[in-house]
């Protein structure tokens, strides 16, 4: 048996335990727990801190006390002290962690703000024509009202459609088309239909792949 000549606050709680399943001696815990009378002397000298988890693990079911009430039982205002260096260090994780969310979001914004520039970018690069030309023509169309509009279409048109191919965008009708009325599609104007009733385009509408834009504004044929 070790030595015990050093304090030992623990004794009473550690028999008092032994008493209520049965075991009359520190050797007999110790064979029924398999952990050494060193490591049993450690928990009644109140050093709980010093013992292996996996001597507490074997204790708590001999005892028949959760692992959790076992260290609360056996703690010291020493291990207590312990414990507040771990919580400082798990602070500073946690600021840390902090740290490196808003240098992420930081850089998801940066990413974002590029990739818009870049969008911007090659938009303008697809409308130069009709940025370059629209001015002009406009401003001839009101110094001289009889121009044929005819003339003035092509600058916007052109560049829209290109944009438009650009970004995977599709109309579903052309203007004036007659076709069968799919309220998926088509929302009326005026007068009533039914699904797979003539209806005419009066205003087109658009696809990207497979998500619905805008839906095509027809009226009742």
Same mark, same amino acid.
């Given at each position: 048996?070790p030595?015990t000549?050093? #304090? /030992?606050p623990?004794?009473?709680?550690l028999?008092n @335990?032994?008493? &209520?399943?049965? /075991?009359s001696s520190? $050797? +007999?815990?110790?064979? +029924?727990?398999g *952990?050494?009378?060193r490591q049993?002397?450690r928990?009644?000298q109140g050093k709980?801190?010093?013992?292996?988890v996996? *001597?507490?693990?074997?204790?708590? #079911?001999v005892?028949q006390?959760?692992?959790s009430?076992?260290v609360?039982?056996?703690?010291?205002v020493?291990l207590?002290?312990?414990?507040?260096?771990p919580? &400082?260090?798990?602070l500073?994780? /946690?600021?840390?962690?902090?740290?490196e969310?808003d240098?992420? =979001?930081q =850089?998801i914004?940066?990413q974002?703000?590029i990739? @818009?520039?870049e969008?911007q970018q090659?938009s303008? =690069?697809?409308?130069?024509?009709l940025?370059?030309? !629209?001015?002009?023509a406009? &401003? $001839?169309?009101?110094e001289?009202p009889?121009l044929?509009a005819v003339?003035?279409?092509?600058?916007?048109?052109? #560049?829209?459609?290109?944009?438009? &191919?650009? !970004?995977?965008?599709e *109309?579903?009708?052309?203007v004036?088309?007659e076709?069968?009325?799919?309220?998926?599609l088509? =929302?009326?104007m005026?007068g009533?239909?039914?699904p %797979?009733q $003539?209806?005419k385009v009066r205003y087109? %509408?658009?696809l990207q792949?497979?998500k619905?834009?805008y839906?095509?504004?027809?009226?009742a044929?």
């Open positions: 048996m030595n000549q050093y #304090p /030992i623990n004794t009473q709680k028999q @335990l032994m008493q &209520q399943v049965g /075991i520190f $050797k +007999a815990l110790s064979r +029924a727990a *952990v050494s009378e049993l002397l928990l009644r709980l801190e010093q013992m292996r996996e *001597v507490l693990l074997k204790l708590s #079911p005892l006390m959760p692992l009430e076992l609360t039982t056996f703690s010291t020493e207590l002290q312990e414990k507040t260096a919580t &400082q260090e798990l500073q994780e /946690i600021a840390d962690l902090r740290t969310y240098r992420s =979001q =850089q914004e940066q974002q703000e990739l @818009l520039q969008l090659s303008l =690069q697809l409308l130069e024509s940025l370059l030309q !629209w001015p002009t406009a &401003q $001839k169309a009101q001289n009889q044929a003339k003035i279409v092509p600058l916007v048109q052109k #560049p829209l459609e290109k944009l438009l &191919q650009a !970004w995977g965008v *109309v579903i009708a052309p004036g088309a076709l069968p009325y799919d309220p998926q088509h =929302q009326l005026e009533t239909a039914q %797979g $003539k209806v087109t %509408g658009y792949g497979e619905l834009l839906r095509a504004k027809v009226s044929v």
